[in-house]
């Protein structure tokens, strides 16, 4: 069990502007959400009383759009450097003075509650406090790319963010800082003006977003979990010529009937995918009172539960149908199905499955009377 926190309040520092080829890193997505976003929800969670996001001027609408849904958080603009804007989040914030406050960068998004825990733990015997990782790699020092000698590393640490003060403590130390000189960090601010700072734990997942290439790495370290959903549906015959399933149209002598294309396979696999995120059934998405989903493809439906699940985050790993009816016969479609599918869902072709079995003339689709279909759904959400 965890003890509560003391009181707290962080600034998040999202004040870089973007490159001229696109948008700023702290507005970018990261696992389907905004990288600022990953903090101040973190933050928010731990139990900060306040989150001052600093911004650069004219980011405001871009970052209320990054922070839809959140309370708790306001926000502050920017200056010409870090230790400006850093100035004006503790302005934003002010006191009590004797308050824990959380100073983080928004380019390191994957903080975790431990990490926050022990800066503020660290805060009773110190005046400041940041996480950071000892040096795995020998160092070197090089001169015109040839070697010059070994670096001791001994003693030598690697400094994260967020980095814990008092709130009084850091402003004075900010306010008797040279201008002139740029700093590497409030903790060296700290530091420079006589406080004591102590190590604490840090993360190699609060790396920081640097080069386009670290995005790629962050995905990679964001805490995942397997989900599988299943899904059932079922269609009754009638008059018609062709049947679709699974997103291919069969020619037959009869068609299923029912308010959209009647793709049973497409509205079982549908359904398995919204289960696996617990998020309702096709008939919470696309009610059947509705008139505008009359006769409409099935595809639809399949896109839409594919976007929610990418809007969290998440990415399908594997498919399975299986077709349950007498006639038509389904084998010779299936490799279009499957193809069909695969397109839809953006996956390779073996991580998609169509099956087809007849109940052996029992039962409903044994009586020629409807078409069952059945769907598995593996996926992969943020845990
Ligand atoms: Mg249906």
Not at 20 to 36: D, F, N, T
Request: charged share 20%; aromatic share 4%.
């Amino acid at each position: 069990m965890t003890t509560a926190l003391p009181a707290f309040a962080a600034i998040v520092v999202a004040a870089g502007s973007g490159s001229r080829a696109g948008e700023a890193k702290q507005w970018r997505a990261l696992g389907g959400k905004p990288v600022a976003r990953w903090s101040v929800e973190v933050l928010l969670a731990a139990g900060a009383e306040e989150v001052v996001v600093v911004i650069a001027d004219g980011a405001a609408a871009e970052a209320r759009t990054a922070l839809a849904g959140l309370s708790g958080w306001r926000l502050a603009t920017g200056g010409a450097t870090r230790a400006a804007s850093v100035r004006n989040g503790l302005k934003a914030l002010g006191g009590p003075g004797d308050r824990p406050v959380l100073i983080h960068d928004a380019a390191r998004p994957l903080l975790d509650a431990p990490v926050i825990r022990r800066l503020i733990a660290a805060l009773q015997d110190a005046d400041g406090a940041l996480p950071a990782l000892p040096v795995a790699d020998s160092l070197r020092r090089a001169s015109d790319g040839l070697v010059a000698g070994a670096v001791d590393r001994e003693g030598l640490w690697r400094a994260q963010t967020p980095q814990a003060f008092r709130y009084q403590a850091i402003v004075d130390a900010c306010a008797a800082w040279p201008d002139a000189e740029p700093a590497t960090d409030e903790a060296a601010v700290l530091e420079r003006a006589g406080g004591r700072v102590r190590i604490v734990e840090g993360d190699p997942r609060l790396m920081k977003l640097t080069f386009p290439e670290d995005f790629a790495m962050a995905e990679a370290l964001i805490p995942r979990q397997i989900r599988v959903g299943q899904g059932f549906d079922a269609h009754r015959w009638g008059p018609g010529t062709s049947v679709w399933l699974c997103g291919v149209e069969i020619p037959h002598d009869q068609t299923l009937i029912g308010h959209s294309d009647a793709d049973a396979g497409l509205h079982a696999l549908t359904d398995a995918i919204l289960g696996a995120m617990g998020d309702g059934d096709i008939g919470d998405h696309f009610p059947p009172t509705d008139p505008q989903w009359r006769g409409v493809s099935s595809d639809r439906f399949l896109i839409h539960a594919v976007e929610r699940l990418h809007a969290r985050g998440g990415r399908l790993i594997n498919v399975d149908v299986t077709l349950i009816c007498e006639r038509p016969r389904v084998k010779p479609h299936r490799q279009a199905m499957r193809e069909r599918l695969a397109e839809l869902l953006s996956l390779p072709l073996d991580a998609v499955s169509v099956k087809a079995t007849t109940t052996e003339a029992m039962g409903f689709t044994g009586r020629g009377e409807g078409l069952a279909a059945q769907a598995l759904a593996t996926l992969e959400l943020i845990a």
